[in-house]
Nanobody
C-alpha cells in the first residue's frame, strides 16, 4: 500500500486547511492512522494518532483545533486543521500500519503566515 498526502499550502494565521492522504489500495486493512509533522530544523513529531482500540491521541499543541478522520470508500485519511498558527508551519506526513509495515506518505508542506 502507498500513501500520498496532499492539501498543503500557504494560509494566514487563523485560517483552515484540510489535508488528504489517499491510499493506493483499500484502507480497510490499515490500522492506527496518524499524522506527523516536521517543522524546519526540528524533528518529526506526532500530531494525531487513532489507536487500534479506537481512541484518538492529539498532541497538546493541536487539541481542539485539528481533527483526524477517514473515508474508507474513498481510501482516504484526512486532517482538518482550524485556527492555524505560524508554529503549525511544517511538512505534514500521513502514516498508517499495514502490519508488520509502517507506511508513510511523502509529505505536504503547510505554511502559516502571521
Amino acid at each position: 500500500v502507498q500513501l500520498q498526502a496532499s492539501g498543503g499550502g500557504l494560509v494566514q494565521s487563523g485560517g483552515s486547511l484540510r489535508l488528504s492522504c489517499t491510499a493506493s489500495k483499500s484502507i480497510n486493512t490499515l490500522s492506527a492512522p496518524a499524522w506527523y509533522r516536521q517543522a524546519p530544523g526540528k524533528g518529526r513529531e506526532l500530531v494525531v494518532r487513532r489507536t487500534r482500540d479506537g481512541s484518538i491521541i492529539y498532541a497538546d499543541s493541536v487539541k481542539g483545533r485539528f481533527t483526524i478522520s477517514r473515508d474508507n470508500a474513498k481510501r482516504a485519511l484526512y486532517l482538518q486543521m482550524n485556527s492555524l498558527k505560524p508554529e503549525d508551519t511544517a511538512v505534514y506526513y500521513c502514516n498508517a500500519m499495514s502490519v508488520p509495515w509502517s507506511i508513510w506518505g511523502q509529505g505536504t508542506l503547510v505554511t502559516v503566515s502571521s
